[in-house]
């Protein structure tokens, strides 16, 4: 084994054992008492059935990173690697098809594994805790457009890169960098209208009266708003939630339907500005310029990277090429984009506050923010006492008594 190998696998075992510390950890966070902030929405029967939610989620987290785990060394240092090489070749295409079928053969064998981890999911633990709202077909369907996206969308951007990085020069990672970056304003451009719906129904709100209240709302604090839509979440789950999407005029805002259902119109109002409040405060433009530069660090050393023999040497290849070398070092490249995610999971908590707070000095409702957090961990099940460092791996959000807490703090002009 090289230097690349032992980098490459110590990272691999070591990001699995914190994942699996941070799990136990979390389980073991467990207190007995209700906090006394959520008596009036929670009862015992709702928190201890949280804590059975959250072993259940734990467990099969423990078993899923397993086995992945497994696979990965096995299918590693079994040649599989090399021999997925052998089959994209034996098809004959040129250096760049080569490499979209390298990746789809691959890509073909981890998404049958997690599809499997998948349906458990939903069919076993979602429908036991009273979550699963998705019929079967609606699950291979799924799966089905996943594919087809993929393919049409990924197979140009993959392919586009590969023949950069195969064609031109030092300079490649420019232009590669500079193609995602147009690919991915686009696609978030488009998403709102072309993608999402593939998925989902986005209707037009029917509550006239949450409809005014909402646009009040947004005309008073000059966030003109021409999408507002009520999303069929409860075509898969009966988890609630609330998003922003899209930018300048194709932006909009989507309220679960699940969510409508159970909340007072304050509530929806209190939800509408915390994510108003994530557009005022710039939190959606940094977090795409933050992943904008990211990438051109990611490509330029993916540039210093790609052709080092050692690396393929790490993985038993026959032959090098632009598309294994292209693999590889985005698992040697794991620990930095780890480190970076810590960052940006720091960030978006902060932002969460700040749109907290945002919600709160404008609607000058604390109550309702409050109780809209209450509703939505009572309905989603959440665990209300993450482990410190669980939060700090894998939380985007803070742990919603927190939240409560800060939100208590605001003092309101
Ligand atoms: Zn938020």
Redo the contacts with the bound molecule.
Sequence with gaps: MNSYAWIILIFVLLDYALGAAAGVLNLKNIRDELPEEFADVWDKDRYAKSQQYLAATTRLGLVSSTVLLAVLLVFWFAGGFNFVDALARGLGFGPTLTGLAYFAFLAALSNMISTGFSLYSTFVIEERFGFNKTTLKTFILDRIKIAALACILGGPIIGGILYFLGHAGPNAWLYCWAGVTVFILFIQMVAPTWIMPLFNKFLPLENQELKQAVLDYTDSVDFPLENLFMMDGSKRSSKSNAFFAGFGKRRRIALFDTLIEKHTIPELVAVVA??V??YKKK?ILTNMVISILHLGLMFYLLSLFISRQGLFDAFFMEQASVYAGLLFFGLLYAPVETILGLGLGML?RK??YE??LFSVTTTGDPQAMIDALKKLSRDNLSNLWPHPFYVFLAY??PPVLERIRAIQQIEIH
Aim: net charge negative; glycine share 8%; proline share 0%.
């Design positions: 915390h994510e409040g994530h939190h978006s932002n969460e749109a907290d985007s959000h």
